[in-house]
């Protein structure tokens, strides 16, 4: 069985920088929005110096350029950061 820590890891695991992907949350306003992923960034965990609230939690965010647009949440070329579960990878 997964740990939390290793749960969040395995869903990351599966994107890479220059995968095109979509935002599948239907409960964020930036759902629907589609792009590239430009860097996978890891957050520091509770312990660690650089973080600043006992609240943190430990994962990673998906930085992605958008390239599609819904006129009134995001447009083309905004830099969006998710958490891995919010996206889907996707071919073209």
Not at 56 to 76: F, Q
Request: aromatic share 6%; hydrophobic share 25%.
């Amino acid at each position: 069985m997964l740990n939390f820590k290793q749960f969040v890891e395995s869903l990351a695991r599966d994107l890479h920088k220059g995968d095109k992907i979509k935002n599948v949350n239907p409960d964020c306003e930036h759902h629907g929005s589609e792009g590239e992923v430009t860097d996978i960034i890891d957050l520091p965990e509770r312990g660690n110096k650089e973080v600043k609230s006992k609240h943190n939690m430990p994962g990673k965010l998906i930085k992605y350029d958008v390239e599609n647009g819904d006129d009134e949440n995001y447009e083309p070329g905004d830099t969006l950061y998710k958490d891995p579960s919010q996206l889907r990878k996707y071919n073209k």
